[in-house]
């Protein structure tokens, strides 16, 4: 298949791509907004809310501008690699779920980031500092 044509379609019927897809299809988390669809062979994972997708499309951005050290690259290329984006997904996920309560089981992305949000106010405000220093040290890829 080529895969400039499948990314291609692929935007076009699926506006709302979910930002942490990859942490969802391998079990790393889930969402109650996510909704997963079969597009040829492939999976892929669609968010039920705008509201929900825009919040979680900020935090991953967040993300990736926190974690530019912590993947060891001075910028980072969209699409990035997969181990990176596990990496920063799950390893992002997990941390800020462990710093929220101090479990490390993702249950919930948009409920997780909304009781974070509450609690830190901004998304600017997150201890992005323990959030990379989880992913770092607790979250290997296979």
Do not use: W
């Amino acid at each position: 298949m080529d895969e400039i044509a499948y990314r291609r379609v692929l935007s076009q019927i699926n506006p709302n791509n979910c930002p942490f897809e990859k942490s969802i299809l391998t079990g790393c988390a889930s969402c109650s907004m996510a909704n997963k669809l079969n597009i040829a062979e492939r999976e892929i994972v669609t968010c039920n809310k705008t509201d929900s997708l825009f919040l979680c499309t900020e935090y991953r951005n967040s993300l990736l501008n926190n974690f530019i050290f912590a993947l060891g690259v001075t910028h980072i290329h969209e699409p990035m690699p997969h181990a990176m984006e596990m990496r920063l997904q799950c390893g992002g996920l997990k941390g800020l779920q462990v710093v929220l309560d101090g479990n490390n089981i993702v249950c919930d992305v948009v409920e997780l980031i909304s009781r974070s949000r509450q609690r830190f106010g901004l998304l600017t405000d997150f201890p992005y500092v323990q959030i990379v220093q989880f992913a770092n040290t607790h979250y290997k890829a296979r």
